[in-house]
């Protein structure tokens, strides 16, 4: 994907094989209204429920973060389900879809620092004594490169009987993450390594099976284990959020609408799982942002500012490691990037570390309309910010 020119949501969604497309809804009913100004709902949840009514939505969140990985300001409105009546709130959690790879990339470093990776290590080495065939294009190949999306790997998952086969696995993520990295090694790169950016999910999927084999566990693990306790998230989960008052993701119907219950097709292969299909509550992803915006200067994080520094350096089109870094008219400093969606749900986050603050907005719908919806919250969570208008 493109370097992004202005403030406006990426389309960097992972492609679920088996579902709804991510296309504008159409809408025979608007979602029943909820009391927006109740206390677990935020003091931005006026401004949050006349946008989230303005476009349609089934619920809208956001959330401004300080470098201490506090939130200053937030707020959400609407129902966990459109036309239902059990509201969202603050405690709410929902899918970050690519916005995990900032994580990923993250956890990476902590095994880089311990010394049981490198920035150079290559596919073909880590995994030389598992599989048997593994082309000797991936001997090029670095896990910096798989990072960046400069590794020439295919986007997505090749061929739709695999696809659907692993869409349908319910044995351990683990297992069916390693039967689809030894069909991808098998085969060539899709383009010479290190030659252009190729946006793709099935990189980062490889460097989380690389993380899994030198740290001994399945990838949702290690980053329970090693990134996620250290910084104090405890509400993330895997796959779609499960639970009575849950929001769901949704998909266009016929007339309104449609709800997806939590189950295999209501997101991605857990095998891809490093590219994205974790879930948690923005309290928890505002933890994980303040770690960024410190860039290593806060007491016990658990990452160095060296490693933080090849985090954010661009390695070509804006793109550094899990994030794009963009410059904005309203950060001194450059600012990083990236928006998520399984094409059920959509969020975006702006992190500015010259000015000390992030911005989460977050929907439980994909397609136009929410794209547009989070841009609108977006700027209005940023313009607080830069006016020193926030809660402090």
Same mark, same amino acid.
């Given at each position: 994907? &493109?370097?992004?020119?202005?403030?406006?949501?990426?389309?960097?969604?992972?492609?679920?094989?088996?579902?709804?497309?991510?296309?504008?809804?159409? /809408?025979?009913?608007?979602?029943?209204?909820?009391?927006?100004?109740?206390?677990?709902?935020?003091?931005?949840?006026?401004?949050?429920?006349?946008?989230?009514?303005?476009?349609?939505?089934?619920?809208?969140?956001?959330?401004?973060?300080?470098?201490?990985?506090?939130?200053?300001?937030?707020? @959400?409105?609407?129902?966990?389900?459109?036309?239902?009546?059990?509201?969202? /709130?603050?405690?709410?959690?929902?899918?970050?879809?690519?916005?995990? %790879?900032?994580?990923?990339?993250?956890?990476?470093?902590?095994?880089?620092?311990?010394?049981?990776?490198?920035?150079?290590?290559?596919?073909?080495? @880590?995994?030389?004594?598992?599989?048997?065939?593994?082309?000797?294009?991936?001997? %090029?190949?670095?896990?910096?490169?798989?990072?960046?999306?400069?590794? &020439?790997?295919?986007?997505?998952?090749?061929?739709?009987?695999?696809?659907?086969?692993?869409?349908?696995?319910?044995?351990?993520?683990?297992?069916?993450?390693?039967?689809?990295?030894?069909?991808?090694?098998?085969?060539?790169?899709?383009?010479?390594?290190?030659? +252009?950016?190729?946006?793709?999910?099935?990189?980062?999927?490889?460097?989380?099976?690389?993380?899994?084999?030198?740290?001994?566990?399945? $990838?949702?693990?290690?980053?329970?284990?090693?990134?996620?306790? !250290?910084?104090?998230?405890?509400?993330?989960? $895997?796959?779609?959020?499960? &639970?009575?008052?849950?929001?769901?993701?949704? #998909? !266009?119907g016929s007339k309104?609408?449609?709800?997806?219950?939590?189950?295999?097709?209501?997101?991605?292969?857990?095998?891809?799982?490093?590219?994205? /299909?974790?879930?948690?509550?923005?309290?928890?992803?505002? #933890?994980? =942002?303040?770690?960024?915006?410190?860039?290593?200067?806060?007491? +016990?994080?658990?990452?160095?500012?060296?490693?933080?520094?090849? =985090?954010?350096?661009?390695?070509?089109?804006?793109?550094?490691?899990?994030? =794009?870094?963009?410059?904005?008219?309203?950060? %001194?400093?450059?600012?990083?990037?990236?928006? &998520?969606?399984?094409?059920?749900?959509?969020?975006? @986050?702006?992190a500015a570390p010259?000015?000390?603050?992030?911005?989460?907005?977050?929907?439980? @719908?994909?397609?136009?309309?929410?794209?547009?919806?989070?841009?609108?919250?977006?700027?209005?969570?940023? +313009? #607080?910010?830069?006016?020193?208008? +926030?809660?402090?």
């Amino acid at each position: 994907m &493109g370097t992004v020119a202005h403030l406006t949501s990426l389309a960097l969604a992972l492609t679920v094989v088996v579902g709804g497309s991510a296309q504008e809804q159409t /809408t025979a009913q608007s979602p029943v209204p909820v009391p927006a100004a109740t206390p677990d709902r935020g003091p931005l949840a006026d401004e949050v429920e006349a946008i989230r009514a303005a476009h349609d939505l089934p619920a809208l969140g956001c959330a401004l973060v300080r470098a201490d990985g506090t939130i200053e300001l937030a707020g @959400v409105a609407g129902t966990t389900e459109y036309g239902g009546t059990t509201p969202v /709130t603050l405690a709410s959690p929902w899918h970050l879809g690519s916005c995990l %790879k900032a994580m990923t990339a993250t956890l990476a470093a902590r095994y880089v620092e311990s010394g049981n990776l490198a920035w150079t290590s290559s596919p073909a080495q @880590v995994f030389a004594q598992r599989f048997e065939t593994i082309d000797p294009s991936w001997s %090029k190949v670095t896990l910096e490169q798989l990072l960046s999306h400069r590794a &020439g790997v295919v986007a997505n998952i090749p061929g739709r009987a695999l696809a659907v086969s692993l869409q349908m696995d319910t044995g351990a993520p683990a297992d069916a993450r390693a039967r689809l990295v030894e069909q991808i090694l098998s085969e060539p790169t899709e383009m010479p390594p290190g030659s +252009g950016y190729l946006y793709s999910n099935i990189g980062y999927t490889l460097a989380g099976a690389m993380i899994e084999a030198v740290g001994g566990a399945p $990838f949702e693990t290690l980053i329970q284990r090693e990134l996620f306790a !250290p910084l104090g998230i405890e509400g993330a989960g $895997f796959g779609p959020p499960v &639970g009575d008052d849950a929001p769901r993701g949704h #998909r !266009p119907g016929s007339k309104a609408l449609v709800a997806m219950p939590p189950s295999a097709l209501a997101d991605n292969p857990a095998a891809i799982a490093p590219a994205g /299909t974790a879930h948690m509550p923005m309290a928890d992803w505002a #933890r994980f =942002l303040g770690l960024h915006l410190r860039r290593g200067a806060g007491e +016990g994080d658990p990452l160095t500012a060296a490693s933080f520094e090849s =985090l954010h350096r661009v390695r070509g089109d804006d793109y550094a490691l899990g994030w =794009l870094k963009l410059r904005r008219n309203w950060s %001194k400093g450059p600012v990083l990037n990236h928006a &998520g969606s399984n094409t059920y749900w959509y969020c975006v @986050v702006w992190a500015a570390p010259e000015e000390g603050f992030a911005a989460i907005v977050t929907t439980n @719908v994909a397609g136009d309309a929410a794209g547009k919806a989070c841009d609108e919250l977006a700027s209005l969570l940023i +313009g #607080r910010a830069v006016a020193g208008e +926030g809660g402090r």
